[in-house]
């Protein structure tokens, strides 16, 4: 069930959304990335020295994002019975 006024309505929004979920990064810092860098798409290809250059994202947290963004997914494997 949808609940009205609560979707996401802007270009703004929608790149929020997608750089809330990683590990430390918060509304606040996600709202600084897409300042910083332009995009999504320039903000996912940082290397971790500009990350670090964003206020509040620290060598911890530019190492999470990098890991997150760069580590291969595994294919899930069902376990059988």
Same mark, same amino acid.
């Given at each position: 069930?949808?609940?009205?006024?609560?979707? /996401?309505?802007?270009?703004?929004?929608?790149?929020?959304?997608?750089?809330?979920?990683?590990?430390?990064?918060?509304?606040?810092?996600?709202?600084? /990335?897409?300042?910083?860098?332009? %995009? #999504?798409?320039?903000?996912?290809?940082?290397?971790? %020295?500009?990350?670090?250059? #964003?206020?509040?994202?620290?060598?911890?947290?530019?190492?999470?994002?990098?890991?997150? #963004?760069?580590?291969?997914?595994?294919?899930?494997?069902?376990? %059988?019975?």
């Amino acid at each position: 069930m949808q609940r009205h006024g609560y979707g /996401r309505t802007t270009k703004r929004d929608s790149q929020l959304c997608m750089l809330e979920g990683w590990a430390g990064v918060g509304t606040e810092r996600a709202g600084r /990335r897409v300042d910083s860098f332009g %995009s #999504v798409e320039s903000a996912i290809s940082a290397n971790s %020295s500009e990350l670090q250059a #964003v206020d509040g994202i620290g060598k911890s947290i530019a190492d999470k994002i990098k890991l997150a #963004v760069g580590e291969e997914m595994k294919p899930y494997l069902l376990m %059988s019975s």
